[in-house]
């Protein structure tokens, strides 16, 4: 089978949208026709080389879509399913799957972009194997995926609604609801006013935070997410955004989420902080990026420094809890979506994303 796709092959080099030859899915696998894809700054980095990954690679790992066949000895899903796909799979069996924390799983970090059994189902027009990010690479009409990767859904919500469920909205509301340390009632700061931050910001509201202080350089992304529940904004192009975020919360903030993606933003996050306030780290920064802390602060006043990725939590579980969230009307997923593109326009959607347009954007591989 052919599918179209979005392939990196060089950093810095625009993607090209080619034709690839398509293996069926093997034992464990499903294909599946993709029906919506998020447009989500990790690609971004792996294009400029700051994120690493194998290429050629087709990106996209924000994504959900129908399952068309499935592999051997798949009884999770069927065909005709409604799946998120997950950026991680886990393995079930290695140290961290077994620990409880399924989303670190290491047999997924090892085999990376090609499927578990370690080999790769795209070949292009030259006869060279092509990866897929995530094991899911989504910028695709279609896509081979581990069966495990699928969350299927029942129910009639939107492809694109699951698509963002896949990233931006568990990673930004998971890394709030799922934090051992939360609890109803804090002052919240979100550095980065972009997709994730955006659900940050809307997780912070679920568990009804007497302040949610959002800061970014962006006037119209500081405007964008004040419709989400941010309380206070605070754009830092105009002012110290320690200084506001102190002053906004009479001395320091309960927690600080960083979602910016850069060490300086790091190391504001933990001066914001009051005594035993709690700084999380979930904008991934360029790989060589350094944070330099003021380190006494961490003892004196007992702050904690931690990271989350993907939610904190098992993947899937979160899926299932946002789901509820959004049927019931308490997150609103369909208003972050402000523009839609054709496969085609990928190389533009992202001179989009960069530019600074608020909101999220939605590749439509089969529109
Ligand atoms: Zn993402
Ligand atoms: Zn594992």
Same mark, same amino acid.
């Not at 077994?98 to 030259?126: A, H, I, K, M, V």
């Given at each position: 089978?052919? &599918?179209?796709?979005?392939?990196?092959?060089?950093?810095?080099?625009? +993607?090209?949208?080619?034709?690839?030859?398509?293996?069926?899915?093997?034992?464990?696998?499903?294909?599946?026709?993709?029906?919506?894809?998020? #447009?989500?700054?990790?690609?971004?980095? #792996?294009?400029?080389?700051?994120?690493? %990954?194998?290429?050629?690679?087709?990106?996209?790992?924000?994504?959900?879509?129908?399952?068309?066949?499935?592999? +051997?000895?798949?009884? *999770?899903?069927?065909? =005709?399913?409604?799946?998120?796909?997950? /950026?991680?799979?886990?393995?079930?069996?290695?140290?961290?799957?077994? *620990?409880?924390?399924?989303?670190?799983?290491? %047999?997924?970090?090892?085999?990376?972009?090609?499927?578990?059994?370690?080999?790769?189902?795209?070949?292009?027009?030259?006869?060279?194997?092509?990866?897929?990010?995530?094991? $899911?690479?989504?910028?695709?009409?279609?896509?081979?995926?581990?069966?495990?990767?699928?969350?299927?859904?029942?129910?009639?919500?939107?492809?694109?609604?699951?698509?963002? $469920?896949?990233?931006?909205?568990?990673?930004?509301?998971?890394?709030? $609801?799922?934090?051992?340390?939360?609890?109803?009632?804090?002052? #919240?700061?979100?550095?980065?006013? =972009?997709?994730?931050?955006?659900?940050?910001?809307?997780?912070?509201?679920?568990?009804?935070?007497?302040?949610?202080?959002?800061?970014?350089?962006?006037?119209?992304?500081?405007?964008?997410?004040?419709?989400?529940?941010?309380? !206070?904004?605070?754009?830092?192009?105009?002012?110290?955004?320690?200084?506001?975020?102190?002053?906004?919360?009479?001395?320091?903030? !309960?927690?600080? /989420?960083?979602? /910016?993606? &850069?060490?300086?933003?790091?190391? @504001?996050?933990?001066?914001?902080?009051?005594?035993?306030?709690?700084?999380?780290?979930?904008?991934?920064?360029?790989?060589?990026?350094?944070?330099?802390?003021?380190?006494? %602060?961490?003892?004196?006043? @007992?702050?904690?420094?931690?990271?989350?990725?993907?939610?904190?939590?098992?993947?899937?579980?979160?899926?299932?809890?946002?789901?509820? /969230?959004?049927?019931?009307?308490?997150?609103?997923?369909?208003?972050?979506?402000?523009?839609?593109?054709?496969?085609? @326009?990928?190389?533009?959607?992202?001179? !989009?994303? #960069?530019?600074?347009?608020?909101?999220?954007?939605?590749? $439509?591989?089969?529109?």
């Amino acid at each position: 089978m052919k &599918s179209k796709a979005a392939v990196l092959y060089e950093i810095h080099e625009p +993607l090209r949208v080619v034709n690839l030859e398509m293996d069926d899915p093997k034992e464990g696998e499903v294909r599946v026709r993709i029906g919506a894809a998020g #447009i989500c700054l990790s690609d971004h980095h #792996i294009m400029e080389g700051t994120g690493s %990954t194998l290429r050629p690679v087709v990106l996209g790992h924000e994504g959900a879509g129908t399952v068309e066949e499935v592999g +051997l000895g798949v009884s *999770s899903v069927k065909v =005709g399913d409604r799946c998120i796909l997950s /950026f991680v799979t886990n393995c079930g069996h290695c140290s961290t799957c077994r *620990s409880g924390s399924p989303q670190l799983c290491l %047999t997924n970090r090892l085999t990376g972009g090609r499927q578990f059994d370690g080999t790769t189902r795209l070949t292009d027009g030259e006869g060279q194997s092509v990866f897929q990010l995530s094991k $899911i690479g989504v910028f695709s009409e279609r896509s081979v995926v581990p069966a495990r990767a699928c969350y299927p859904v029942v129910g009639d919500v939107p492809m694109d609604v699951l698509a963002l $469920i896949g990233c931006c909205v568990t990673t930004g509301v998971g890394a709030v $609801i799922n934090n051992p340390f939360m609890r109803p009632g804090a002052t #919240i700061a979100v550095f980065g006013a =972009g997709g994730v931050g955006t659900n940050v910001v809307q997780g912070a509201r679920l568990m009804n935070a007497a302040k949610v202080i959002a800061v970014d350089l962006n006037q119209e992304k500081l405007d964008f997410v004040k419709r989400f529940g941010a309380t !206070d904004l605070v754009n830092a192009s105009e002012v110290d955004p320690v200084a506001a975020v102190k002053e906004l919360s009479g001395g320091g903030v !309960d927690f600080a /989420f960083e979602v /910016f993606g &850069s060490g300086q933003t790091v190391a @504001q996050c933990v001066e914001v902080l009051r005594p035993n306030g709690v700084a999380v780290v979930v904008g991934l920064a360029p790989e060589a990026d350094r944070s330099s802390l003021e380190v006494t %602060t961490l003892v004196r006043n @007992q702050k904690i420094l931690m990271g989350s990725y993907y939610g904190s939590a098992s993947p899937h579980e979160t899926f299932a809890r946002i789901l509820d /969230f959004y049927q019931r009307g308490l997150i609103d997923v369909q208003g972050q979506i402000t523009r839609r593109y054709p496969l085609e @326009q990928v190389n533009e959607a992202y001179d !989009d994303l #960069i530019a600074g347009k608020p909101g999220r954007g939605v590749l $439509i591989p089969n529109g």
